[in-house]
């Protein structure tokens, strides 16, 4: 059995960085909780493909694998992103 999580939500901002001439692509989410207040959550994409789709403002969802180091989550897309639909009551 395994587990996929996906993180939902609206593309706050799309950063690019680069390290020793690689180029790595994060789509940020803002998330909201009790505890911290308001939270960045930064994805780092893997899926060339989604990188040109990234907009920000985009609702999207994106299946992610999970690593925690020094107490803190990082977030790797582990496989293609979705555009999604918001649904207003």
Do not use: W
Request: net charge positive; charged share 25%; aromatic share 6%.
């Amino acid at each position: 059995m395994s587990t996929q999580i996906t993180i939902n939500g609206k593309i706050m901002a799309v950063v690019e960085k680069s390290f020793e001439g690689k180029k790595t692509v994060y789509a940020q989410f803002l998330m909201e909780s009790e505890v911290k207040g308001m939270e960045v959550i930064k994805v780092k994409i893997t899926v060339d493909s989604d990188i040109a789709l990234l907009q920000k403002g985009e609702f999207v969802s994106i299946p992610v694998s999970v690593v925690s180091a020094n107490g803190n989550l990082y977030f790797t897309q582990s496989d293609s992103m979705k555009k999604t639909e918001v649904k207003r009551a």
